[in-house]
C-alpha cells in the first residue's frame, strides 16, 4: 500500500490538488473530515472531541483555562481561535493536545481503505510535519504557492486585511520549508490549468506500480503472506507425522 502525503499551507490550493486525486479516483483521506471542521474554527483543525466532557475537553479547559467556557460548558470556539492565531505558542500547544485524536481517527480511516484492497491512498493532512505523520507517508506532496499570491488569496477568501492574512501565515509553519521537505512540489501560484497540468504528472509518478514492500504493506500482500505462512506450518507438521 502506498500512502501519498498531501500538505501545504493557508491559502495554497491543497484542498484543490486533493479534489483531483479524488476526481482521478485516488482515495483520499482528508484530516479536515476526519477532525470535523466547522467553518467558525478557521484553519484550527479541532474535532468532536472538544466537546463538552470529552477527553479533548478537558485538556483544553486545563490547558487554557475556564476563560474560554461559554455559559453552557462548551468551549468557546471563536475565542480559542483569537488565542493561538495571535500566538504561535500556544497554537503548537493546542496541535500537541488534540493531535493524538486526529491521529487515531486518520489511522482508522486507513484502515477500512485497507480492508477493501485500496492499493493508492492520498492523505490531505495540513499539519503533516508537525503532527510527524510525514514519517508514514511516500512520497510527500506539497502543494506550494508564491507569498504574494498566498497573501492575495487569503486576503480575498476570508475578506481579512493584508495584517490579518501576514498574522496568519506566519503562525504557521513556512510553505518554503515545507516545500524544501516534499518529494514532489505543485506549483500552484498560476492558472488552474496549470495545477491540472503538473497534477497529471504526480498522478502518473504516485499511480506508478508498487514496490515490493508496499505491496507486502496492501491487504492482498498481507494475505499472500498469511497463506504462504499458513501452508508452510501445514506442510512441516506433515513431514513430521
Request: hydrophobic share 45%; with cysteine.
Amino acid at each position: 500500500m502506498r500512502l501519498v502525503g498531501l500538505t501545504g499551507g493557508i491559502a495554497s490550493g491543497k484542498s484543490t490538488v486533493s479534489g483531483l486525486f479524488k476526481s482521478a479516483g485516488v482515495p483520499v483521506v482528508d484530516a479536515d473530515i476526519v477532525a470535523r471542521l466547522y467553518a467558525d474554527y478557521g484553519d484550527m483543525h479541532l474535532q468532536n472531541v472538544v466537546q463538552k466532557g470529552t477527553g479533548g475537553w478537558k485538556k483544553i479547559v486545563k490547558t487554557f483555562g475556564n476563560d474560554i467556557l461559554l455559559e453552557n460548558g462548551e468551549i468557546d470556539r471563536a475565542l480559542l481561535g483569537q488565542i493561538v492565531f495571535s500566538d504561535p505558542a500556544k497554537r503548537k500547544l493546542l496541535n500537541r493536545l488534540l493531535a493524538p485524536h486526529i491521529s487515531f481517527g486518520i489511522f482508522w480511516e486507513i484502515l477500512k481503505l485497507w480492508v477493501k484492497g485500496c492499493t493508492v491512498i492520498s492523505v490531505d493532512i495540513p499539519l503533516l510535519f508537525e503532527t510527524k505523520m510525514d514519517r508514514w507517508t511516500n512520497p510527500v506532496v506539497v502543494v506550494w504557492v508564491d507569498p504574494k499570491t498566498q497573501i492575495e488569496r487569503l486576503m480575498l477568501r476570508d475578506g481579512c486585511s493584508e495584517e490579518q492574512a501576514q498574522n496568519r501565515i506566519s503562525s504557521q509553519l513556512a510553505l518554503d520549508w515545507k516545500k524544501s521537505e516534499a518529494d514532489i512540489v505543485i506549483n500552484n501560484s498560476g492558472l488552474l490549468e496549470d495545477t491540472k497540468e503538473q497534477f497529471r504528472e504526480v498522478l502518473k509518478q504516485v499511480s506508478a506500480p508498487l514496490t515490493w514492500k508496499e505491496r507486502m504493506r496492501s491487504r492482498d500482500g498481507f494475505l499472500s503472506i498469511v497463506m504462504c505462512t499458513a501452508a508452510g506450518v501445514l506442510l512441516a507438521r506433515k513431514n513430521l507425522v
